[in-house]
């Protein structure tokens, strides 16, 4: 099936019991066993949950998976991949990647004996020289947040295999509409799908896709275990909102193109950070590996100033402040003090983001209302 298919009918099997066409929320605890042992494969919600199967069946359709599992958030679901090591193991990270991730690694697994390299991925040989003994996994992202970098998730793969280290591979930013990860050669993907794939702004959730069987039985054990786990109504959100994946990606990535393209002619701007230039230093990856630029961009005015800085940012009508991305709404963001507040200055500054940088996540409302929302507000 093509993915407009996919998103549409994987998992979706009508309900035995009435012929639903949609899962229901199967709202329960637990589950009635006729013997001990006795049961119709589901046993306590934390493990088993029809819906959360629904979804999970969806989710690993769309990213061309085997399997798939949902977490309670995309923390969660990072949180599950790091608990796969041991103290002593060491973990080879990009540089420019979502401040919550850095602060799970910094400030939660780092204090377990956990140790992580962060390195500028756009050139994947960077990452041989960390390479060790007790490196066990390689993780990254892309495009990156929020500077929009590129990282040949192929030439990456090679050397995750050539050195038999796990890759994770944070996908959000894409989705899978418009990149496969798996595809080319990683063993894990991540999603908050509280962005693209639930995409309305009104679900916390994360998931995790992957093939091999075995990672994939011990990244239950870790669910089950722990107990990161999303409930039936948050499931049921994000398979509604998977359904409309390809109409909105299309969207996005059509007033992202349409955004950038303005910003860049804006006399008041001075860099705008949007993997779909053909001068975009990762342009040629990026055409080979994904099937679109999304709708997500950064920029910088000429006037950098912290107080024009502000003025902006509070200063739009349609772009809400606020931070996430990818619902069909669009947002402004300031990275330095919102979703990187984490990382500390010195180490921002030096991965290449200002203090002045403003994130766009570009929504599917009509673009000429948006560009003229950007206009008044940079003045």
Same mark, same amino acid.
């Given at each position: 099936?093509?993915?407009?298919?996919?998103?549409?009918?994987?998992?979706?099997?009508?309900?035995?019991?009435?012929?639903?066409?949609?899962?229901?929320?199967?709202?329960?605890?637990?589950?009635?066993?006729?013997?001990?042992?006795?049961?119709?494969?589901?046993?306590?919600?934390?493990?088993? +949950?029809?819906?959360?199967?629904?979804?999970?069946?969806?989710?690993?359709?769309? $990213?061309?998976?085997?399997?798939?599992?949902?977490?309670?958030?995309?923390?969660?679901?990072?949180?599950?991949?790091?608990?796969?090591?041991?103290?002593?193991?060491?973990?080879?990270?990009?540089?420019?990647?979502?401040?919550?991730?850095?602060?799970?690694?910094?400030?939660?697994?780092?204090?377990?004996?956990?140790?992580? /390299?962060?390195?500028?991925?756009?050139?994947?040989?960077?990452?041989?020289?960390?390479? +060790?003994?007790? %490196?066990?996994?390689?993780?990254?992202?892309?495009?990156?947040? =929020?500077?929009?970098?590129?990282?040949?998730?192929?030439?990456?793969?090679?050397?995750?295999?050539?050195? /038999?280290?796990?890759?994770?591979?944070?996908?959000?930013?894409?989705?899978?509409?418009?990149?496969?990860?798996?595809?080319?050669?990683?063993?894990?993907?991540?999603?908050?799908?509280?962005?693209?794939?639930?995409?309305?702004?009104?679900?916390?959730?994360?998931?995790?896709?992957?093939?091999?069987?075995?990672?994939?039985?011990?990244?239950?054990?870790?669910?089950?275990?722990?107990?990161?786990?999303?409930? =039936?109504?948050?499931?049921?959100?994000?398979?509604? #909102?998977?359904?409309?994946?390809?109409?909105?990606?299309?969207?996005?990535?059509?007033?992202? $193109?349409?955004?950038?393209?303005?910003?860049?002619?804006? @006399?008041?701007?001075?860099?705008?950070?949007?993997?779909?230039?053909?001068? /975009?230093?990762?342009?040629?990856?990026?055409?080979?590996?994904?099937?679109?630029? #999304?709708?997500?961009?950064?920029?910088?005015?000429?006037?950098?100033?912290?107080?024009?800085?502000?003025?902006?940012?509070?200063?739009?009508?349609?772009?809400?402040?606020?931070?996430?991305?990818?619902?069909?709404? @669009?947002?402004?963001?300031?990275?330095?003090?919102? %979703?990187?507040?984490?990382?500390?200055?010195?180490?921002?500054?030096?991965?290449?983001?200002?203090? @002045?940088?403003?994130?766009?996540?570009?929504?599917?409302?009509?673009?000429?209302?948006?560009?003229?929302?950007?206009?008044?507000?940079?003045?």
């Amino acid at each position: 099936m093509k993915f407009a298919t996919r998103v549409i009918h994987a998992g979706m099997e009508p309900d035995p019991s009435t012929g639903a066409i949609i899962p229901p929320i199967y709202q329960t605890s637990t589950f009635v066993q006729a013997a001990p042992g006795d049961h119709k494969g589901y046993e306590y919600a934390r493990s088993q +949950n029809p819906t959360r199967k629904a979804l999970e069946t969806a989710l690993a359709s769309i $990213e061309n998976a085997r399997f798939a599992l949902s977490y309670s958030s995309g923390v969660a679901a990072s949180d599950a991949v790091i608990r796969l090591l041991l103290p002593g193991d060491e973990v080879i990270a990009a540089n420019d990647m979502y401040g919550g991730t850095f602060r799970l690694f910094s400030k939660i697994f780092e204090k377990t004996g956990i140790h992580f /390299h962060y390195v500028n991925m756009q050139n994947p040989e960077n990452i041989r020289g960390l390479i +060790n003994e007790k %490196t066990k996994l390689i993780w990254t992202e892309t495009p990156t947040n =929020p500077l929009m970098n590129i990282v040949d998730l192929a030439a990456v793969a090679a050397i995750a295999k050539e050195k /038999h280290l796990l890759l994770c591979v944070d996908n959000t930013f894409a989705s899978p509409y418009l990149q496969n990860p798996l595809d080319l050669g990683a063993d894990i993907v991540i999603h908050s799908a509280t962005k693209y794939l639930g995409g309305h702004s009104d679900v916390i959730h994360g998931c995790l896709m992957m093939n091999d069987p075995a990672l994939r039985e011990q990244l239950y054990f870790i669910q089950k275990s722990c107990g990161a786990v999303p409930g =039936p109504q948050d499931c049921f959100l994000v398979l509604r #909102g998977i359904k409309t994946l390809e109409l909105r990606m299309q969207r996005h990535c059509e007033n992202g $193109e349409k955004i950038a393209h303005w910003l860049r002619k804006n @006399s008041k701007v001075k860099t705008v950070y949007w993997c779909g230039f053909e001068d /975009h230093p990762g342009y040629a990856v990026a055409s080979r590996q994904m099937r679109g630029f #999304g709708g997500m961009i950064s920029f910088e005015l000429k006037n950098s100033s912290a107080e024009e800085t502000k003025r902006v940012l509070s200063a739009t009508r349609l772009f809400s402040l606020a931070e996430s991305l990818g619902g069909v709404e @669009s947002l402004i963001s300031h990275p330095a003090s919102m %979703t990187h507040a984490s990382i500390p200055r010195e180490e921002r500054i030096k991965n290449g983001l200002s203090d @002045s940088l403003i994130r766009l996540s570009v929504g599917i409302e009509d673009a000429g209302d948006l560009t003229e929302d950007l206009d008044q507000a940079i003045g």
